[in-house]
């Protein structure tokens, strides 16, 4: 049985989903957005997709800059 590899692209969507849309933690009421994006730029330097790149870094950069 063969096993699916998301693509950059893929990747890179979900973890854009989830940087601007993050899950809350429950006990403290906080948004998870910075482990998001602490993941997507541990996976970055992995894509081979100039283009899931490039998204990703400008996703990053615009939510770093309010935390």
Sequence with gaps: ??????TDRELAYFLIKHIENPCVEPQTGLNIRSFY????????P????????????NTIKKYSMGE
């Design 37 to 44: 994006i602490r993941e997507a730029q541990k996976l970055i």
């Design 1 to 6: 049985m063969k096993h699916y590899q998301a």
């Design 46 to 57: 992995t894509f081979n997709d100039h283009t899931a790149i490039k998204i990703l870094e």
